[in-house]
């Protein structure tokens, strides 16, 4: 136990050293959310009432495609200066290095929302109504989604000469399902809806706000074990 701490302390400062001295994704990460926030918001003018909804939607939208950024650049360090071999060389075990790139992506995403979330209360004029716990709590969870499916396939898609594009499909197509009832919490955390929701369309197929967090968790805790199990054969192939 003690020599895994070690091993994944090594490789999450290696990777928050890295990005302190090039400062290339944060500022990226940053740039893009706004746009997408300021875009969104245009948009959400020319209809009444469309700031409520629009907003969260703008929020998890920004989440999502800046997470892609991080996770692009999850081994492009190590690809780009050839130390990639030398990483999978070294005496640590390929469970660690995935775990330490996932918690990385998640600080990174963490970082980010710290910026943005205010950035969307302020352009929306939404209100959370005492519900940061909630807010905070969900919008882990979906850190925990995105960078945990990130972080394989960008592994995955290193040696390919679109990975950009590549890895932007294939995360986009795996979170599908678990965007919907990321979206409906953020809307009944906003008040844009209730906090339950009867009809047929997807979102009221999560029901309740409760419903969507047990599905969130569901969902980090199986795509976490399962990317953590094939990253072993992910990395060496």
């Not at 020319?46 to 969260?56: E, K, R, Y």
């Not at 070294?90 to 918690?103: C, N």
Request: glycine content about 8%; hydrophobic content about 60%.
């Amino acid at each position: 136990m003690k020599y895994f701490l070690l091993s994944f302390k090594a490789v999450f400062i290696k990777d928050v050293i890295t990005e302190l001295r090039a400062r290339q994704v944060l500022p990226t990460m940053i740039v893009l959310g706004v746009l997408i926030v300021w875009i969104l918001r245009t948009a959400a003018e020319a209809v009444s009432g469309g700031a409520l909804i629009v907003g969260p939607v703008s929020l998890w939208l920004g989440v999502l495609f800046a997470g892609l950024l991080a996770q692009e650049r999850s081994f492009a360090a190590e690809q780009e200066q050839n130390c990639i071999c030398g990483l999978l060389l070294a005496p640590v075990d390929e469970g660690t290095i995935y775990l330490s790139k996932l918690l990385v992506n998640i600080v990174m995403l963490c970082i980010f929302e710290l910026i943005l979330v205010p950035v969307v209360i302020a352009a929306f004029r939404l209100n959370v109504s005492g519900r940061w716990l909630a807010l905070v709590g969900f919008l882990l969870l979906g850190n925990v989604a995105i960078s945990s499916v990130g972080t394989l396939f960008s592994a995955i898609v290193q040696l390919t000469r679109t990975r950009g594009s590549l890895l932007s499909v294939l995360v986009l197509v795996i979170l599908m399902p678990m965007m919907i009832p990321a979206t409906f919490a953020l809307l009944a955390i906003f008040n844009s809806i209730g906090d339950e929701l009867a009809g047929t369309g997807a979102l009221a197929y999560v029901g309740s706000i409760r419903a969507a967090a047990g599905y969130l968790v569901v969902f980090d805790a199986v795509f976490v074990v399962v990317c953590w199990l094939l990253f072993s054969f992910a990395i060496k192939e």
